[in-house]
């Protein structure tokens, strides 16, 4: 399946990217300037089986500018698809910010109703998704989400302003992806309402900031109540490492016999693993979408390498086991070690569940690689 990605560099975009990474379906990312560029923006559409349409306006200087810009931003894809002379499905985020008007809603909702007609022209699929209040791994703070600006605040050690009555109603965007996903498969027009997790700004707050003293100041990884509060607890983690937050020096206890620290400590479940690794080999080239995973290096030399999904900067860490650290792996990261010693490298594994061979989370994709 080919597929075009409007607004494929933003937040909800890349994790759409990332799904179809996983899934090996081709992504074009349409970005500002092949909007603006009606060569580029109709060939980005023109072999394009199913179009996510992400991008929008929800910040400007003015009020018209945001009305103005996701109305432009859907009569340019309508365009686009009309001068190809093509029909694929359209899935398009909407909020529900629709449901209540203001300028926002009401230009979100203008935007729909431009795509809905021409779907109707053609007889193309048109899903119009309406979305709650997003958040995940690695947004923007003090943009995307209250959510990520907790975490990221959280991480560089900054207060949060917290209105702590506010309602919220929040949707994990890998599950927004994997919901976009099923809904371009069918026929016809459709309006699909996700429902989100209702909380109050307070109590993701308490939440997040209970999962940070836990892991960051007592080093242990919380238990979660439900799938959410591990989403959220990722978002965190995101957050940690976009901020040098790692490697963390352990303790070494040492005495005639030899040395000892801990790995890591966890309310729950937990799996331990170790593994010994030749000279020259790498392991890994492999990444999650929910798996908590430490690792720490206790005999040889390694390096270890990890790259955020669709992007091409590749963070490395050099370690040895005579000073033990430890390194987490955040979702949507793909990583490596490698024995960069003459010896053996042992190395200690720990992961926050127990493995499943018929659902592993792991996917393949070489760290040094980008395309």
Same mark, same amino acid.
């Given at each position: 399946m080919k597929v075009a990605v409007t607004g494929g560099a933003g937040f909800l975009g890349w994790h759409v990217r990332c799904a179809l990474r996983r899934l090996g379906h081709d992504a074009v990312s349409v970005d500002r300037d092949v909007f603006a560029d009606d060569t580029a923006l109709r060939a980005a559409v023109s072999a394009a089986d199913v179009v996510f349409h992400c991008a929008g306006v929800n910040r400007a200087a003015t009020d018209a500018e945001v009305a103005d810009g996701n109305r432009r931003l859907a009569d340019r894809l309508v365009w686009a698809l009309s001068e190809a002379g093509v029909a694929p499905a359209v899935v398009y985020t909407n909020s529900t910010k629709s449901e209540v008007g203001g300028v926002y809603g009401e230009a979100k909702q203008s935007a729909a109703i431009s795509l809905e007609r021409w779907a109707t022209s053609v007889g193309a699929r048109f899903v119009d998704l309406v979305l709650p209040h997003l958040f995940g791994e690695y947004g923007r703070p003090n943009y995307n989400s209250a959510v990520t600006t907790f975490a990221h605040n959280l991480a560089v050690g900054e207060p949060s302003g917290v209105v702590r009555e506010g309602q919220l109603e929040l949707a994990h965007a890998q599950d927004v992806a994997a919901t976009m996903l099923e809904l371009a498969d069918g026929a016809g027009r459709v309006r699909h309402?996700?429902?989100?997790?209702?909380? @109050?700004?307070?109590?993701?707050?308490? &939440?997040?900031? #209970?999962?940070? %003293?836990?892991?960051? #100041?007592? %080093?242990? !990884?919380?238990? /979660?109540?439900?799938? /959410?509060? &591990?989403?959220? /607890?990722n978002t965190l983690r995101s957050q940690l490492f976009l901020q040098g937050h790692y490697p963390v020096a352990l303790t070494l206890h040492e005495d005639a016999r030899g040395g000892f620290a801990? &790995?890591?400590?966890?309310?729950?479940?937990?799996? @331990?693993?170790?593994?010994?690794? !030749?000279?020259? !080999?790498?392991?890994?080239?492999?990444?999650? &979408?929910?798996?908590?995973?430490?690792?720490? !290096?206790?005999?040889?030399?390694? =390096?270890?390498?990890?790259? =955020?999904?669709?992007? #091409?900067?590749?963070?490395?860490?050099?370690?040895?086991?005579?000073?033990?650290?430890?390194?987490? *792996?955040?979702?949507?990261?793909?990583?490596?070690?490698?024995? @960069?010693?003459?010896?053996?490298?042992?190395?200690?594994?720990?992961?926050?569940?127990?493995?499943?061979?018929?659902?592993?989370? @792991?996917?393949?994709?070489?760290?040094? *690689? /980008?395309?």
């Open positions: 309402r996700l429902d989100g997790r209702r909380i @109050t700004v307070g109590e993701v707050f308490d &939440l997040m900031s #209970e999962q940070y %003293r836990r892991y960051v #100041e007592e %080093r242990v !990884v919380p238990s /979660f109540a439900d799938r /959410f509060e &591990l989403q959220v /607890f801990e &790995l890591m400590r966890a309310d729950g479940v937990g799996q @331990t693993s170790i593994s010994t690794t !030749v000279p020259g !080999v790498t392991r890994g080239d492999h990444y999650h &979408l929910d798996k908590i995973e430490r690792f720490v !290096v206790v005999a040889g030399s390694a =390096r270890l390498r990890l790259r =955020r999904l669709l992007t #091409e900067e590749v963070i490395e860490f050099d370690v040895v086991g005579d000073v033990p650290v430890a390194i987490d *792996m955040p979702p949507l990261t793909t990583h490596n070690i490698t024995n @960069t010693g003459d010896g053996i490298m042992t190395t200690v594994f720990w992961a926050g569940d127990h493995f499943d061979p018929a659902a592993p989370d @792991t996917y393949a994709e070489a760290v040094e *690689m /980008f395309s």
